[in-house]
Structure formats: structure tokens, C-alpha cells
T-cell receptor, first 113, second 111 residues
Framework: DTEVTQTPKHLVMGMTNKKSLKCEQH?????MYWYKQKAKKPPELMFV???????INESVPSRFSPECPNSSLLNLHLHALQPEDSALYLC????????????FGSGTRLTVV | SQQGEEDPQALSIQEGENATMNCSYK?????LQWYRQNSGRGLVHLIL?????REKHSGRLRVTLDTSKKSSSLLITASRAADTASYFC???????????FGKGNQVVVIP
């Protein structure tokens, strides 16, 4: 298995909702990432998990809460989002230190209404 | 954070032509990576070139790296309509777990 699987592919949520994005990989990668991408912009790093521990938080607002239940799963819990949080959310994984490149999922298109 | 800068931003070519895009970066790097993104979906890793390499090939792709100029180029030879996509260069910052992307090149291959 050489894929990163993200669910759901599309999500529409209200500003008072709580939802979660899910990401799964079975490549034995020990680093997993969440990126946010706005239209016509490059991806921007949000969080990095290394060996199931949060190692980098790029000053992301607390309405985004990451979780890494095990080495294969990564979640992003969403609560009280704003319309400007609408974006494509990308999960990625890599071998530790990312020295061989990253594998990205196909993303979750999030719309906050 | 952004590290790489690609030039040009948008490129429109006829099928069969070659497409070249450039990327510059600011800090010392261990490697530089190129990714393709189709229609705002996931990114696909194309090729990684290490700081001690000057050129690398993968199929129709040719990447060069000039660490003295802090720049890289991606050449796609004999382009196809399926090559229509956005292409990003990316470099690891502060170790390899913080990958920073350049602005991206939109390439349109006209059949």
C-alpha cells in the first residue's frame, strides 16, 4: 500500500459544528503532516507528528485540534470554524525526517458556511 | 512559510513541446523536491534531488540543482495533455520535517 487515504473528500459545515478529518497510511511512515491550501496558493504547514507525538504546531488556532491515535492514523478535529477556514486540507506522511519525499493524500475540500 | 520561488508562474505550451520551470530558494538545503498537483487535489511527489547532486532524470523529467545560485529547474520533455497541472518545488526547513513550498507554476498543455 503506497497511499495516504483521506476522508471525507468534501465537507460542508456550519460555524457551530464539530467535525473531524481523517487520514490513514500503511506505509510504515513515522511522520505525518497536516497542510492547508487556499485556492491558487501553495500548501502551508499546520502540524507535524513524529513517532505519534506532536512536534510542530505552526501557530494554528485552537479551533483546529490534531490527534494521532497510532502510527497509521491522523485526525484533525474542527470546532467553531470561520468561513475563512474554507480550504483544501491535505494530509501527508513520510519516513522520519522526510528525506525521501512526502506522500500526500487527495485532500478534504472543506467549506465553512 | 514559503521557501522556493518558481518562475514563470504560468506556462501554456503545445503538446509535444518541452516545458521548463525554475525555482529559487533562500537557505541551505539537504534536498529539493518537485511535486505535481492536478485540479486542486493531492500533490504527487515527482522527484527529489539531493544537495550533492547536480542533475537527475526520471522518465520525461529532468531536474537540475545549482546550490551556488540556490536554484533548481524542472524540465518536462515531450509534454502531454495529462501534464497539465500545477508544479511546486519544495525544500525542507530546519531539518526535514518542515517542508516549505514555492508559489507554484501552472502548466497548460494544449492538445
Amino acid at each position: 500500500d503506497t497511499e495516504v487515504t483521506q476522508t471525507p473528500k468534501h465537507l460542508v459545515m456550519g460555524m457551530t459544528n464539530k467535525k473531524s478529518l481523517k487520514c490513514e497510511q500503511h506505509m510504515g511512515h513515522r511522520a505525518m503532516y497536516w497542510y492547508k491550501q487556499k485556492a491558487k496558493k501553495p500548501p502551508e504547514l499546520m502540524f507535524v507528528y513524529s513517532y505519534e507525538k506532536l512536534s510542530i504546531n505552526e501557530s494554528v488556532p485552537s479551533r483546529f485540534s490534531p490527534e494521532c491515535p497510532n502510527s497509521s492514523l491522523l485526525n484533525l478535529h474542527l470546532h467553531a470554524l470561520q468561513p475563512e477556514d474554507s480550504a483544501l486540507y491535505l494530509c501527508a506522511s513520510s519516513h522520519s525526517q522526510g528525506a525521501f519525499g512526502y506522500t500526500f493524500g487527495s485532500g478534504t475540500r472543506l467549506t465553512v458556511v | 512559510s514559503q521557501q522556493g520561488e518558481e518562475d514563470p508562474q504560468a506556462l501554456s505550451i503545445q503538446e509535444g513541446e518541452n516545458a521548463t520551470m525554475n525555482c529559487s530558494y533562500k537557505t541551505s538545503i539537504n534536498n529539493l523536491q518537485w511535486y505535481r498537483q492536478n485540479s486542486g487535489r493531492g500533490l504527487v511527489h515527482l522527484i527529489l534531488i539531493r544537495s550533492n547532486e547536480r542533475e537527475k532524470h526520471s522518465g520525461r523529467l529532468r531536474v537540475t540543482l545549482d546550490t551556488s545560485k540556490k536554484s533548481s529547474s524542472l524540465l518536462i520533455t515531450a509534454s502531454r495533455a495529462a501534464d497539465t497541472a500545477s508544479y511546486f518545488c519544495a525544500t525542507p526547513l530546519y531539518g526535514n520535517n518542515r517542508l516549505a513550498f514555492g508559489k507554484g507554476n501552472q502548466v497548460v498543455v494544449i492538445p
